[in-house]
């Protein structure tokens, strides 16, 4: 069982920056990818990235790429999400998640996890 936590949320003007964090309790995590997605009002939950269980491969939706960056501290039991050059339209809430799978090393498909924090709201002020 794997429980998380996301935390450093808040509202930020185009262009600035926001850091991320999604805590996790649960022996296992170090051996579960992690993804970021997010929902903004009226539209489907996206993916935005995703991390493999070693911090070693990223993977990121085309919109954010070059701005956003994916990593993990084991150690920690914490993945962070570094926001840059933030747009409005990145405003949505923001929700990390775990998943195993015996043929894939991350996913960026909601299936593809089991476990999910509570979400954390990003506002980007234009």
């Known amino acids: 069982q794997v429980q998380l936590v996301e935390s450093g949320g808040g509202l930020v003007q185009a262009g600035g920056s926001l850091r991320l964090s999604c805590a996790a309790s649960?022996?296992?995590?170090?051996?579960?990818?992690v993804g970021w997605f997010r929902q903004a009002p009226g539209k489907e939950r996206e993916f935005v990235a995703a991390i493999k269980w070693s911090g070693d491969s990223t993977y990121y939706r085309d919109s954010v790429k070059g701005r956003f960056t994916i990593s993990r501290d084991n150690g920690a039991n914490t993945v962070y999400l570094q926001m840059n050059s933030l747009k409005p339209e990145d405003t949505a809430v923001y929700y990390c998640?775990?998943?195993?799978?015996?043929?894939?090393?991350?996913?960026?498909?909601?299936?593809?996890?089991?476990?999910w924090g509570q979400g954390t709201q990003v506002t980007v002020s234009s």
């Open positions: 998640a775990a998943g195993r799978s015996p043929i894939a090393t991350m996913s960026r498909f909601r299936s593809g996890y089991d476990y």
């Open positions: 649960g022996r296992t995590f170090s051996s579960n990818y």
